[in-house]
Nanobody, 123 residues
Framework: QVQPVESGGGSVQAGGSLRLSCVVS????????LGWFRQAPGKGREGVAT???????AYADSVRGRFTVSRDSSENMITLQMDSLNPEDTAMYYC?????????????????WGQGTQVTVSS
């Protein structure tokens, strides 16, 4: 069973930075895609950034230039460095995995999900 487990998150003031990490266990395919998604209260889940095992990445327009995704394929770990945070980034952040290569931010393409970690940015 594929199981992502997130860590990091917390509270920060606008303009600050946070780093999220996720370790994914149970991945049997070396060709896979890991990603970060978020869901704010009253809103749907949206893709933030994804990275496939071939190194290809996808970023939401709202975070491009502020957030950086990276991964350690040997450890099936993905990290999201979030800089210049603003209150609109406040949400529950989820890590997800797909057992194939993707260039997509669509949550429907990802099968395995972590429990989420809260990010709160105050003005």
């Amino acid at each position: 069973q594929v199981q992502p487990v997130e860590s990091g998150g917390g509270s920060v003031q606008a303009g600050g930075s946070l780093r999220l990490s996720c370790v994914v266990s149970g991945l049997s395919s070396s060709r896979n895609t890991l990603g970060w998604f978020r869901q704010a209260p009253g809103k749907g889940r949206e893709g933030v950034a994804t990275m496939a095992s071939d190194g290809s990445t996808a970023y939401a327009d709202s975070v491009r230039g502020r957030f950086t995704v990276s991964r350690d394929s040997s450890e099936n770990m993905i990290t999201l460095q979030m800089d210049s945070l603003n209150p609109e980034d406040t949400a529950m952040y989820y890590c997800a995995a797909a057992p194939y290569l993707l260039w997509s931010l669509d949550p429907a393409h990802f099968q395995s999900w972590g429990q989420g970690t809260q990010v709160t940015v105050s003005s």
